[in-house]
């Protein structure tokens, strides 16, 4: 399918958007995709999760009107809110990490839940104006029953373990506000489930890229806990251009709203060894990898997202296959290793990719 850009460049400039978590890893690509955009740019976060963090790195306070804040402090957060009176909401604020989930259940839950309520109250209980809201949650919330088929956006939620359903929980609050409160209102509101998200600058524990990334720049060997494992692994730019395409959409004409899955195509979704094999040739110095089971909690083994809804609503196909995603990634994270100008590798991306979906920034 011919790609079809509904984002454009003029819509964003000059809207108030408040990013919730935007001192994360995504967070903090999409307020710089932002900035360039022309947009108010507000965040509302805890302190970055990792040190070193991407936000601090890039500059992040410079062009970001920076609060901090957690997201089940509701009258922080309403307060903030109220005060920004913001045209777009992305709300990414969470606890992400599986194996964080299985050692922190009750504060999974409540970061994933009662933050996902919190935001929405904010909304329901704020001046009525237009204002686009994406939840963004992950391809984790459908119950997987590891048989290896796609999953739609129709598929039973039901995540296996404490983050994976908290999400779902996560998206089932949305529906429940949506449908209860924002029927026939100013509000537009959609839920983006996005596949295994990699790139520059991410520092998490317990993710493969930053694990290749840490064993890497110490000459190490990089050890998987499962290399047959399947998932759908995309360069970061790949949602974060979606979820702006579909906050556009669906500014002031709920009609465009929904939930969509956010994902590669099916011939990109590769297995963690595979991933680590680019990884290792992008890399080069003789980097390799071995397989290492740690005996730790079950993730699935399998996990594939349908990505079709979005194409035939959006027009939106994948634009960096998982080489290109790859290699981006390594560019990053050799820039940084490298003590050069990360700014300007990212800003070179985003153009780069903005400019192979017509779009110049």
Same mark, same amino acid.
């Given at each position: 399918m011919e790609t079809v850009v509904i984002m454009r460049?003029?819509?964003?400039?000059?809207?108030?958007?408040?990013?919730?978590?935007?001192?994360?890893?995504?967070? #903090?690509?999409?307020?710089?995709? %932002?900035? %360039? +955009?022309?947009?108010?740019?507000?965040?509302? !976060?805890? $302190? =970055?999760?990792?040190d070193p963090s991407l936000y601090e790195l890039m500059g992040g306070k410079t062009f970001v009107n920076d609060i901090r804040g957690d997201i089940r402090d509701f009258n922080l957060l309403q307060t903030c809110y109220n005060d920004i009176s913001p045209d777009i909401v992305i709300h990414m604020a969470a606890q992400p990490i599986v194996r964080i989930g299985y050692k922190e259940p009750r504060q999974t839950y409540e970061i994933n839940i009662m933050g996902t309520v919190n935001i929405l109250e904010c909304l329901r209980k704020g001046r009525e104006k237009t204002c686009s809201f994406l939840n963004v949650t992950t391809d984790?919330?459908?119950?997987n029953d590891d048989s290896g088929r796609l999953y739609s956006e129709n598929d039973r939620l039901d995540g296996f373990d404490p983050y #994976?359903?908290?999400?779902?929980? !996560?998206? +089932?609050?949305?529906? #429940?506000y949506k449908n209860s409160f924002f029927k026939n209102s100013s509000y537009s509101i959609s839920t983006a @489930?996005?596949?295994?998200?990699?790139?520059?600058? $991410?520092?998490? =524990?317990?993710?493969?890229? =930053? $694990?290749?990334?840490?064993?890497?720049? #110490?000459?190490?060997?990089?050890?998987l806990r499962n290399p047959n494992s399947i998932r759908p692994y995309q360069h970061v730019l790949e949602p974060l251009f979606s979820y702006l395409?579909?906050?556009?959409?669906?500014?002031?004409?709920?009609?465009?709203?929904?939930?969509?899955?956010?994902? =590669?195509?099916?011939?990109?979704?590769?297995t963690t060894g595979e991933l680590a094999t680019i990884f290792c040739k992008k890399w080069g110095e003789g980097l390799h990898w071995?397989?290492?089971?740690?005996?730790?909690? @079950?993730?699935?083994?399998?996990?594939? %997202? $349908?990505? !079709?809804l979005i194409k035939e609503r959006f027009g939106l196909t994948p634009l960096w296959n998982i080489e290109n995603a790859i290699e981006k990634t390594v560019e990053w994270s050799k820039?940084?290793?490298?003590?050069?100008?990360?700014l300007d590798c990212m800003d070179t991306q985003i153009r780069s990719y903005f400019q192979k979906r017509g779009i110049q920034i």
């Amino acid at each position: 399918m011919e790609t079809v850009v509904i984002m454009r460049k003029e819509f964003f400039s000059g809207k108030k958007v408040l990013v919730t978590g935007h001192t994360g890893f995504k967070g #903090s690509w999409l307020c710089r995709i %932002l900035h %360039l +955009l022309g947009s108010e740019v507000y965040g509302y !976060s805890l $302190d =970055p999760p990792t040190d070193p963090s991407l936000y601090e790195l890039m500059g992040g306070k410079t062009f970001v009107n920076d609060i901090r804040g957690d997201i089940r402090d509701f009258n922080l957060l309403q307060t903030c809110y109220n005060d920004i009176s913001p045209d777009i909401v992305i709300h990414m604020a969470a606890q992400p990490i599986v194996r964080i989930g299985y050692k922190e259940p009750r504060q999974t839950y409540e970061i994933n839940i009662m933050g996902t309520v919190n935001i929405l109250e904010c909304l329901r209980k704020g001046r009525e104006k237009t204002c686009s809201f994406l939840n963004v949650t992950t391809d984790k919330v459908y119950f997987n029953d590891d048989s290896g088929r796609l999953y739609s956006e129709n598929d039973r939620l039901d995540g296996f373990d404490p983050y #994976s359903n908290s999400k779902s929980c !996560s998206e +089932l609050v949305t529906g #429940s506000y949506k449908n209860s409160f924002f029927k026939n209102s100013s509000y537009s509101i959609s839920t983006a @489930r996005a596949g295994n998200v990699i790139g520059g600058g $991410d520092f998490a =524990p317990e993710r493969i890229i =930053p $694990d290749c990334v840490r064993a890497a720049i #110490s000459k190490k060997t990089i050890v998987l806990r499962n290399p047959n494992s399947i998932r759908p692994y995309q360069h970061v730019l790949e949602p974060l251009f979606s979820y702006l395409t579909i906050v556009e959409s669906q500014y002031g004409n709920s009609e465009m709203s929904g939930s969509f899955n956010i994902g =590669p195509d099916k011939k990109d979704c590769t297995t963690t060894g595979e991933l680590a094999t680019i990884f290792c040739k992008k890399w080069g110095e003789g980097l390799h990898w071995v397989s290492e089971d740690d005996n730790g909690p @079950r993730e699935a083994n399998y996990l594939k %997202l $349908d990505n !079709s809804l979005i194409k035939e609503r959006f027009g939106l196909t994948p634009l960096w296959n998982i080489e290109n995603a790859i290699e981006k990634t390594v560019e990053w994270s050799k820039t940084w290793n490298n003590c050069e100008d990360i700014l300007d590798c990212m800003d070179t991306q985003i153009r780069s990719y903005f400019q192979k979906r017509g779009i110049q920034i």
